[in-house]
């Protein structure tokens, strides 16, 4: 319950910040896209801007035409026919028009029509308001006529009698020789509305942009396609503001009173636009207008996108967060569970070392205080003795197997191969376990005559640990005066003459094993629970090690059994033939010419020393002690030349350990004294321990407690200079 | 043999009865394009009105199926028409008039296409408002509306005092009379419209509606008078019960469209003679109008109920549009004709205009519904060309004069009438 609590507070959190995240985007695209349609919307304005500058100039243009005109007949005292000859002969451009009117009548005369037909009633007709017209035409006449300055006025648009077309005006006084004197006229140059139109050219980048001019009440001067009605406000009211027709009197008074402004409106297709309109001048009372579609103003990265994007963001975040959060929790989980899972293996560990380590030391310390008690009776010391020193072995054997699970474990078991002879290993298997089998009686029918290569390469000590964990086991649990099988053979692998499988075979009659049993019977200290294997001293770590070992020479293990069956395991790896070796039995032969050899020992613990020293005097062999490695190398030197066959050297001691020592004597400068055979003789019995010694110069290692056989075997080695 | 006679005669039952129900079917007037619809085109148009959004609407719609082909619109008089055409000679669409035609009917006949003859749909279109789009036999016109005179009824003053809206003659009378006493001045109109218009409808129903009236008429005879004496007596009654107060209505407002449906909107003219144009403007001048806006009320528009049994339904069509023969742009002025002579298009024109649409199955505004549907109808009739703007302006000029007194007698009037009428 509270975790679900827990889940929905944390989805409501999630949310909230997603909420905050797209708001955030939200408002800074809205930011971003407000401030690009601003710049956009300046653009514009300044376009508009420019296309009225390009009006005035363009209207200044003509202007200057008709002062032109207006100076030379004032000058020369033309008539009104002379006036309008000059007229028709120099204004080339039939498109525009002038007109001459009499300021007094409103009558005018246009260019455009044959001599004596010029008359018109165009401007009387204005005056006199039949035609009605929004701008004060007498008004901007008269300004006109008085060409009071820099002005902009601009008459019109109005509807020309010659052509029907629409058209503005713009003029300036001339003089006219009359029969009376001179008389003022205002001559007008007529420009079409559609010739104005093309004086504008919108830049590409505004399709929607259009342009016009409008008076000040609104009503066109110019008018582009989309400004529809007569009247600039009248339009807006139509497609803005039905319902409320007195907002188009506020326009109105928005235009009269400001020279310029923007707008934002709806055109008559219902499209918001922007309207910019900007005065003429301010007696000018015309505004250039432009229109663009909003569209076009805004960002072209919409917001939405950003939005979209940061959402699609937050949820694919969302998303794999989750999934991470859940898988991490599940590694969790499942981390907890092994660690949990871990800790019971350690305190099942722990308890199955204090039982296994305390049974067999139990049995030494026993015999010990047995055969104390009975010293004077040495039949029964001796039997003390012997059943402590079988105890003391398996307490070994349990070492050994306990601290190389934990190096197989820890995946830093790597194989040494060498040439190993099958022979040997063979005869040693078989020896090793001859006073067992004779103990219990049991018979070993064994077959090695399939082995036609003797010699392949292999780590020796590994190989020998399976097969002797195998076949110790089979001894172990088949009841006395039973029976065990044991096979080597060779198999030739297809394609491959340079290698062997080398297959182990053990079967035995014994106890067998349960089928639930056997599915875990590879695990660390599996032991099957059972009076009878209750009753046989084991660690139940050999069937782990041996089955760590052949995976870790690729090889494949099988097992049959069944309880009160006997069991049987296969054992089968592939491994490189080694040709061409002379079998030699000298080593054997060395181990009888031990006695005698003159040996150093260094070894810092007095007890050890003792031991060693007991055990090798038995066979003739004389020590010296050194108590560490700098006492060591100096008793080297001190002592005559040839005084010691051998250095046994210890790797742990005070002042100089074993390796400085070796490398000490590696150094010396006497090559009789510097090349001594060394075997280090320590506790430290792994692999790297034992590559360490050979790098630091000693040619063999043995392991404490010190396997006599093993040490003999050296020595005869460097007896017959072997090492 | 025999079966296979009787197989055959069934196949041929079969395929005459799938013939003749496509017969009953109409064909739907859907708008397709034929042209180019990307095409880039400029189609100019002129016409009488200032703001024309009603045009603009469906200028839009068409856009949707071209959105290249822009219009540019002009203003032009009726009175320069002539000169108009002459200096503007490859204008694509004209808004034209019957009064156009019956001013400049030779310059404009020239210029505008028969539209019979080209690819256009009229189904839509009410076949006696076409009628009158005729001219030598060609059809040079499509109306975009009807023009119809009748009475703009403040309903709701006529509720406030205990009235009801007139169907018929004697209803009108008691209603106006009852109005008079309670200080109304009933019915108002500017003077120079009010008499004519108010019994237009009834005297142009009677010539419509009886052949033997409208012969006498164009050949001037005094029969054509005595038959049309009862319009008269109308209006006599009108006049003598003082329905129609001469002062008021010298100061009703009358070419100011604007200031004309002010008047009415300040709420004391329980019936304004005008026409559809005016109605037109009223809507969207609701806005504008503050004794409206301070105390708004309900209105419609009727026929003048002068009939026994109930109204003189009158229609004409109203403005049209032609296109010119030497359009710059002739084959997308006439697929804009075609456009607009679907039913959604010529009815969207009308409304949006604000007068009754000339579309078969029309979809007029609300204020319309007693012009759509009268209820009580005395006659109707729909000018189908006879009714001419030289016989409404003899009507004009006749009622006029005789209310001004211009007349010895009603029956005078009415005989310069069919005078002016044979001329």
Known sequence: MQDRKKKIILFICNMFLILVMVSAAWVYSAYISKSQTEIKKTDFIRTIESMKSVSQNYLDGEKGYVKDWAAYISENGMTLEEALDFLRSINTNQERLVHIVDMDSYEAYSSYYPKGEEKIDTYVRYKEGEIEADLPFGEIMESMFRDSGEQFRLLGKYR???????????????????????KDYLMLRIIPVEALKKSWVFPTEYSSAEIGIITRTGDYVVQSASMRSQNYIEYIRGYNFQDDYNKGE???ETLKENDSGVLEYKNFKGTDCVWYYSSFGEDSALDILGVLDKEELKASVDAWYIILIVCGTLFVLMVTDGVYLLSMNHRLREAARLSEQASRAKTQFLSAMSHDIRTPLNAVLGMMMIARNKADDPGCVTECMDKGLQSGKHLLTLINDVLDISKIESGTTVLNPEQVSLTEVVQDLVEMQKPALAEKNITLQSDFESLPCRYVYADKMRLNQIYVNLLTNAVKYTETGGRIILRLYEESINDRPDRIRLVFYVEDNGIGMTEEFQKDMYHNFAREINTQVNSTQGSGLGLAIVKQMVDLMKGTITCKSAPGRGTTFTVSIDLPVVEGVQETDSGREELNNIEDMHLLVAEDNELNWEIFHELVAERGIVCDHAENGKECVEMLEKAPPGTYAAILMDVHMPVMNGYEATRAIRALQDEALSQIPIVAMTADAFMEDIQACKDSGMNGHIAKPV??????SYLGKIKSGQL | MKKHFVVKMICLLTVMAFGLMGCGQKKANEFEPVLDTEAKVVLSTAGFFGNFEALDQVIADFNQYYPNVEFTYEQNGMENFDSYIKANTNIDIMMTSEEIFERFGDLVGLACADLSKEDINLSDIDEKMLKRGYHDGALSAIPMGQNTYGLVVNVSLLEKEGLEVPDNYE?????LTALKEKGYAPVQGPSSKVYAELVQDMAYDMILND??????LMNGRESAAEKLQPVFDVLNEMEENGFIDPAVNAEYPDDNYDQAILKFFEGDVPFWVCNTEKVSGMK?????????????????????PLGEKGVYAYKEPWFGFSVNKNAENYDYAIEFMRFLATKKEINTIANMKGVPSVAVENEDND????????????MEGTNEGEITSAMTNAWYSCVNKYIAGDYASDREALEDFAKLCSQ
Do not use: C, H, W
């Open chain 2, 211 to 216: 052949k033997n009236l409208y012969n006498d």
């Open chain 1, 250 to 252: 506020e326009l109105r």
């Open chain 2, 367 to 378: 204020i319309y519904k007693n012009i759509s549907e009268p209820g009580k109808v005395e």
């Open chain 2, 171 to 175: 209803e009108f009378i008691s209603v």
């Open chain 2, 284 to 304: 969207k001048r609701e806005s504008k109008s503050e004794a409206f806006q301070n105390d708004p009320f309900t209105y419609t528009f009727i026929y003048a």
């Open chain 1, 160 to 182: 020309l009698q010659e052509t029907q077309s629409m058209a503005v005006g713009i003029g300036t006084r001339v003089t006219l020789r009359t029969e009376n004197g001179n």
């Open chain 1, 707 to 712: 396997d006599m056989k093993i040490l003999f």
